[in-house]
């Protein structure tokens, strides 16, 4: 069955980093785009952006821009959400989704989501 | 950025009602839109995609419809499973955007 695993929470102080891996199994890796949301509390969801795995072709949200990296490894089926520069705001629970279509182009619908990994941005 | 408006925001209802939640798009567009159930310490679940097809292994009392600027998600029979939070997401322009919420309680 398809699985997305996450890692674990993590705490950070301002102006460091956060890397969230999620393991994706239960079907070919390569032929399904990873999304990444997140959700603030009290907040909507929000999208960052995604990753086509097979040619590593990405799409980030602009409000994202210069501070966010999606990679993938192909040979452990894992796509990481790198966030820099962090600050309070980005406290929230981040997902990944594989988006449903089948195309990696990421512009269908997420079908299968992780459980989300829990980051604070705290001093 | 298409801003996604839901309504409402809570909703009280009883096993056996139906429910609708609606989202309305500040831009219209065709059919790329999706519905989501958000339960804590649960992975969001996909019900509806392209607006009114429902997703594999979603109960049939789950149905969407809609177009341009107005879409609806339907529960036809309310089941006390279906307590949750509810998001609608528009994937047809960058970035993609979700409403709201809509947080259903059972009675």
């Known amino acids: 069955q398809v699985q997305l695993v996450q890692s674990g929470a993590e705490v950070k102080k301002p102006g460091a980093s956060v890397k969230v891996s999620c393991k994706a199994s239960?079907?070919?890796?390569?032929?399904?785009?990873i999304h990444w949301m997140r959700q603030a509390p009290g907040q909507r969801l929000e999208w960052m952006g995604w990753?086509?795995?097979?040619?590593?072709?990405?799409k980030y949200a602009q409000k994202f821009q210069g501070r966010l990296t999606i990679t993938r490894d192909t040979s452990a089926s894992t796509s990481d959400m790198q966030l820099n520069n962090l600050r309070s705001e980005d406290t929230a629970v981040y997902y990944c989704?594989?988006?449903?279509?089948?195309?990696?182009?990421?512009?269908?619908?997420?079908?299968?989501w992780g459980l989300g990994t829990m980051v604070t941005v705290s001093s | 950025d298409i801003q996604m408006t839901q309504s409402p925001s809570t909703l009280s209802a009883s096993v056996g009602d139906r429910v609708t939640i609606t989202c309305r798009a500040s831009q219209s567009f065709n059919y790329w839109l999706a519905w989501y159930q958000l339960k804590p310490g649960k992975a969001p679940k996909l019900l509806i995609h392209k607006a009114s097809s429902l997703q594999s292994g979603v109960p049939s009392r789950f149905s969407g419809s809609g177009s341009g600027t107005e879409f609806t998600l339907t529960i036809s029979s309310l089941q006390p499973d279906d307590s949750a939070t509810y998001y609608c997401q528009q994937h047809n322009m960058y970035p993609y955007t979700f409403g709201q919420g809509t947080r259903l309680e059972i009675k």
């Open positions: 990753i086509n795995p097979a040619t590593t072709v990405t």
């Open positions: 239960g079907y070919s890796f390569p032929n399904f785009a």
């Open positions: 989704a594989r988006d449903r279509g089948g195309t990696s182009q990421g512009d269908d619908a997420s079908d299968f």
